[in-house]
């Protein structure tokens, strides 16, 4: 089946209300699919393996009763949603990018919350390391077709905290990117409590906000913060 047909009676099937998250099996996948399924919303987790996928769909249908929450392959998830979320570590997202890539369709937004931690070349996850396009985010973009809009968010939102259904996540979401796309965002975060959205501007300060959370895992450390700390702007107008 064509992509485009396959794209529109897939989310016929599941509304054009779900949410996909690739990586969805692992932390912080599994607290932001436990979140939107919370707050009612269809949930779509993608894996490379569709057992795997399963196996997190079904454990989030039973931590959040009588949620709609379904396992793909992360190349069907992203054919699947109109906002897919990209939860992977840094180093297999571009390869995680380029493996879906050709099932994007423009007008699809691209949320990257990767973090270029320097644990992924063996260092500390307490720092950042440098990346070419400046950021995550917009090593991101500049893998994924023309009309995609990438928008970064929620890397200083902790997978514990997410998690933690019992408990509002208490931080702000800098959101980057195209304005529509972060208005989309902005959206998301508002159904999680505690999170407040903060408009981040252009997509080239995602590489800020991805080093905070460097600074973040450090404090949690030093700290013993077990749910992890967020950050928060106050006097900004809400
Ligand atoms: N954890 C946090 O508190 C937190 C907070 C803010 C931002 N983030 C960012 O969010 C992203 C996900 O973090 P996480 O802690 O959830 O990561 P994770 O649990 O280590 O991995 C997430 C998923 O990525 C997939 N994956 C792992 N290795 C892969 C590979 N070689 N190729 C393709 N896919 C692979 C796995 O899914 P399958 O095996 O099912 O395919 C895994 O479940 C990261 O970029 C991280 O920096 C995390």
Same mark, same amino acid.
């Given at each position: 089946m064509a992509n485009t047909a396959y794209?529109f009676?897939?989310?016929?099937? $599941?509304?054009e ?5 690739l990586?969805g ?5 599994l607290?932001l699919? +436990?979140?939107? @399924?919370k ?5 779509? %987790?993608g894996s490379r393996? %569709?057992e795997r ?6 454990? &989030?249908?039973?931590l959040v009763?009588g949620?709609?929450?379904? !396992?793909f392959?992360?190349?069907?998830? @992203?054919?699947?949603a ?7 570590p840094f180093e ?5 990018v380029k493996?879906v ?5 423009p007008g699809?937004? $691209?949320v ?5 931690l320097?644990?992924?070349? !063996? *260092?500390?996850?307490v720092r950042?390391?440098g990346?070419h396009?400046?950021?995550? @985010?917009e090593?991101v973009k500049s ?7 990438v928008?970064?968010?929620l890397?200083n939102?902790?997978?514990q905290g997410l998690?933690? $259904?019992?408990?509002?996540v208490? /931080? *702000? &979401? &800098? ?6 796309g972060?208005?989309?965002v902005?959206?998301l /975060?508002a159904?999680?409590p ?5 408009n981040g501007?252009d997509l080239?300060n995602a590489r ?6 460097g +600074?973040?895992i450090g ?5 013993r913060?077990?749910?992890g700390?967020g950050i928060r702007f ?5």
């Amino acid at each position: 089946m064509a992509n485009t047909a396959y794209i529109f009676a897939t989310m016929k099937y $599941l509304n054009e209300q779900a949410i996909a998250i690739l990586g969805g099996t692992g932390d912080q996948g599994l607290g932001l699919a +436990l979140r939107f @399924a919370k707050a009612g919303r269809s949930v779509i %987790v993608g894996s490379r393996k %569709v057992e795997r996928a399963e196996a997190t769909a079904k454990e &989030v249908m039973s931590l959040v009763p009588g949620s709609k929450v379904y !396992g793909f392959e992360n190349s069907r998830a @992203a054919q699947s949603a109109p906002i897919i979320f990209l939860s992977i570590p840094f180093e297999s997202a571009a390869i995680t990018v380029k493996a879906v890539r050709k099932e994007l369709q423009p007008g699809q937004i $691209l949320v990257s919350m990767v973090v270029p931690l320097a644990s992924s070349i !063996g *260092d500390s996850p307490v720092r950042t390391i440098g990346v070419h396009q400046g950021s995550a @985010a917009e090593l991101v973009k500049s893998l994924v077709p023309k009309g995609v809009k990438v928008v970064s968010a929620l890397q200083n939102v902790s997978a514990q905290g997410l998690q933690s $259904l019992d408990e509002d996540v208490e /931080c *702000d &979401v &800098v959101i980057s990117g195209p304005k529509d796309g972060r208005e989309e965002v902005a959206k998301l /975060c508002a159904l999680i409590p505690g999170l407040r959205s903060v408009n981040g501007g252009d997509l080239s300060n995602a590489r800020v906000v991805e080093e905070i959370t460097g +600074l973040l895992i450090g404090l949690n450390i030093r700290y013993r913060m077990p749910t992890g700390i967020g950050i928060r702007f106050p006097g900004l107008p809400e």
